[in-house]
């Protein structure tokens, strides 16, 4: 293994029926016909020389070159990875200097050296756990290369998937201030490329910033960088369908789902999250050093749950999701995650909730792993240095609902309705169901029975209603529901948990206009008001987002100031009437709110009453109208009529309505 301070990354890679892994000396082993009973025998493969010869050198062979990320396949059976090189390696390498390697399906090697693909003298390596990711069309492989005597001087590199010549090179800068980022060797962020062909790489920024990082993003010839995320080193963004969120009104085919934490530091909460990422969409980063900067608009996000004692000074904090690379579902519109708490949790996209969480250990310092899905619905992840397998209980399954499921919404003294639904194999199962509650007072878990025993009706579901679930100024409303099956004669006892936000208040959110009716092309200025007031310099208070909106097209967002408010100043909103909106996300403390108005960029016609009616014997209704703005040509108003007493709706001929 080569020199490291967290252990490298190290995974097996699976094409058809061949399985690889990594040996020494920069060697891969494969094995095949994996499926069968008699698999074959391990067959050791060399990119460098031939098997005779790294035999007979050994010992220096494996003492320098060392296989240090994970290893990627193309649909031929090609793999790729990266080497490391510590001192010097004896011929035919002759080098110092790390790179890629690929090993095609017949075992036939070939590599490049990281300064010979960024064509930079001063590049010398790969970096711990950055794995290659191939285009999507498999022809082009993207690497991260880097310097060993800066840690702030790397370029991502495309190159020819077949020959591994280089094609196109970026250098990695900070998107603030345009410095070069660290591609750290503690990182897991692995290239990524999206349906359009679009490459993300989450990096390290060069000074401050609170350890986030950023998820850079470029066109697929490296030549056009686009908008960056507003975290990214130590993780692998997701792709999510923009399908699986039914509140996503924006045009974006697909979203990045992202870590998205928020380290307890000088100009950061302690409140790290998950969130799914708009590419094409942009907000203001909240962020003290990061003044200003525009990145990739948050569209849902999950704080995490469990508290962490990071001082007074952070009041707030919360153990990070322990995220390598997310699982998503498409079919269920859930993405699957690890925490520090120990958890694997799911968060259904549909309702914007995390409807299950399963205790996989005590939760403590966590790796950043990866998890996936098997073809039969299984869900793979490590935690606490095991391998978990997560799935149902043979002959019994139990689900649970919350009557107000979304974690943005719900306020403490609601009503909430909790239903656990239980089926298995027959006789249908019968019995009871009792609902527990875990919060947490500070740092203190706190235990509550909500029902015991509540009977299974005929459709097999039990439920307990409460307006009891606190939260406050010690408990941040985070209650994790478990309903229990206490089993039959003929089905075992299971259980299910679910996460229920409660905020501590209900927020209110006004939107106001510099000018009603502007002319067009007149810049007007909008302002949001909200109840979340962010104390500066020290993350008291930490606030989520006003998303501003035309429509349903979300047209600004950002963080509100040290008072409250969130402007935007729009000189381009098309002619007629809009329809406004400032949305609040909510936080840890203040619920979701919102606020609406009609905005007219002018000629306007305006009513000077809202509705008009009219005895139909009189035969006709007249309706005052003003003009607001100048017009040089005729004005047409636009209308509706609706007839409430009789069966019929009006209609409408030659302006008349009859």
């Not at 991260?144 to 005597?149: F, G, H, L």
């Not at 094609?167 to 897991?188: K, M, Q, S, Y």
């Not at 003929?490 to 209110?508: D, I």
Request: aromatic share 8%; hydrophobic share 35%; glycine share 10%.
């Amino acid at each position: 293994m080569p020199s490291h301070n967290w252990i490298p990354s190290y995974n097996v890679c699976i094409v058809g029926t061949r399985l690889y892994y990594a040996g020494a000396g920069g060697t891969m082993f494969h094995v095949d016909n994996i499926d069968s009973n008699t698999p074959g025998a391990p067959v050791r493969d060399v990119f460098y020389t031939s098997l005779a010869s790294y035999n007979a050198n050994k010992t220096n062979y494996d003492n320098t070159i060392f296989v240090n990320t994970p290893i990627t396949a193309d649909t031929s059976g090609n793999i790729f990875f990266g080497f490391r090189v510590q001192g010097a390696a004896p011929a035919p390498l002759n080098t110092s200097q790390s790179g890629l390697a690929s090993i095609s399906s017949t075992g036939t090697g070939t590599f490049v050296l990281a300064g010979t693909a960024a064509n930079d003298s001063q590049i010398d390596r790969d970096s711990h756990n950055a794995g290659p990711a191939l285009s999507n069309d498999e022809t082009s492989v993207y690497f991260p290369v880097k310097a060993s005597t800066n840690v702030f001087y790397s370029y991502l590199v495309e190159l020819n998937s077949t020959t591994l010549a280089t094609r196109h090179t970026v250098f990695l800068r900070d998107p603030r201030n345009g410095g070069g980022t660290r591609v750290h060797e503690d990182g897991t962020s692995t290239p990524m490329v999206a349906p359009d062909g679009d490459v993300y790489f989450g990096v390290f920024g060069n000074t401050g910033n609170g350890s986030r990082g950023f998820l850079l993003h470029y066109s697929s010839d490296l030549q056009t960088t686009k908008i960056p995320g507003g975290f990214g080193w130590d993780y692998t963004p997701g792709i999510v369908p923009a399908s699986m969120v039914p509140s996503y009104t924006g045009a974006s085919s697909y979203l990045i789902f992202c870590k998205y934490n928020d380290y307890p530091s000088a100009d950061s909460s302690g409140v790290n999250k998950v969130a799914v990422l708009d590419p094409n969409a942009t907000q203001i980063d909240p962020h003290a050093t990061s003044p200003g900067l525009v990145e990739m608009r948050e569209v849902l996000s999950v704080l995490a749950f469990t508290p962490d004692d990071a001082g007074s000074t952070f009041p707030f904090a919360v153990q990070e999701f322990c995220i390598n690379a997310p699982a998503v579902n498409p079919a269920t519109k859930t993405v699957y995650f690890d925490s520090e708490d120990g958890h694997l949790y799911r968060w259904n996209l549909g309702t914007n909730s995390v409807d299950q969480g399963v205790v996989l250990t005590p939760g403590i310092l966590q790796p950043y792993v990866p998890t996936v899905i098997g073809p039969d619905g299984t869900l793979y992840t490590l935690n606490g240095g095991n391998l978990f397998a997560v799935g149902t209980k043979a002959g019994i399954e139990i689900s649970i609902a919350s009557s107000s499921p979304d974690l943005r919404r719900t306020v403490v003294g609601d009503a909430i309705t909790f239903t656990a639904t239980v089926a298995g194999s027959a006789p249908s199962p019968t019995g009871t169901v009792t609902f527990t509650d875990l919060s947490y007072n500070g740092l203190t878990e706190v235990r509550t029975t909500l029902a015991t025993n509540v009977p299974l009706d005929s459709n097999g579901r039990a439920s307990v209603t409460t307006s009891t679930l606190v939260s406050n100024a010690t408990n941040f409303g985070n209650h994790f529901i478990t309903a229990t099956y206490n089993g039959d004669g003929s089905h075992q006892s299971t259980s299910v948990t679910m996460v229920q936000k409660v905020h501590r208040s209900a927020s209110a959110t006004t939107l106001t206009t510099s000018n009603p009716f502007a002319n067009p092309g007149e810049a007007v200025t909008f302002t949001a008001t909200t109840s979340c007031i962010p104390v500066p310099n020290v993350a008291q208070m930490p606030c989520g987002f006003v998303t501003f909106y035309d429509g349903q097209t979300a047209i600004g967002q950002m963080a509100p100031n040290s008072s409250g408010q969130a402007t935007l100043v729009k000189s381009d909103l098309s002619t007629g009437v809009h329809a406004m909106r400032a949305v609040y996300t909510s936080d840890v403390v203040f619920a979701m709110s919102e606020s609406q108005l009609q905005q007219g960029v002018g000629p306007v016609v305006q009513f000077n009453a809202a509705t008009a009616s009219a005895n139909e014997g009189a035969g006709h209704v007249d309706v005052q109208v003003s003009l607001l703005g100048v017009s040089q040509t005729a004005v047409t108003v636009q209308f509706s009529t609706s007839d409430t007493a009789g069966a019929n709706e009006c209609t409408v001929t030659n302006g008349a309505a009859s």
